[in-house]
């Protein structure tokens, strides 16, 4: 499928990250831990974690990045290469929360998903080609508001200030009990 720009969609304001949790890759609690079955630590290439992490505490599944990587271990939550299978996150969670997987999707998917209390959880590529993960948070008009696991400040952003384009999207919400 190809990319979405990374501004679009209805135009509304929205914040779902309150009380707001922001968690680093780089944060010392966690930093040197290595991701899934790869050799690689979680400051290097836990976009993904640190920023699924974030998504399961919003919908009420308090898991920090450390406590979360273990359990998406516990659960062969990870491929060979270290990424994430996405379809872990229901046992890693303890059946609190699943991910949806879409491999088409557009603004009104994302939009929706927001007022669903879903909250998404988009991929771009960083300056280099490298995938990167954010978490969105919030709408104001029609620009996307994201938590970047690295971004240091730990405030929304546009995300448009980080990229022209969204690659990816998968979304997170809880599991009804």
Known sequence: M????ATGGESFTLR???PPTH??????RWANETVGGSEEAVASVGCTLCSLAMALNRVGVELD??????ALKAHHGYNERGWLLWSAVTPASGNRARAHYYSRFDHGTIDQAMRDRCLPVVKFFLPGGVSHWV???GKSGTDYLVRDPLDEAGVPVALSKLTAEIHGLRCVERQQQ
């Open 16 to 18: 779902v990250d309150r």
């Open 2 to 5: 190809p990319p979405i720009p």
């Open 23 to 28: 968690f680093l890759q780089t944060d010392p």
């Open 135 to 137: 978490v969105v948070v």
């Open 65 to 70: 990045p450390a406590t979360l990587n273990s």
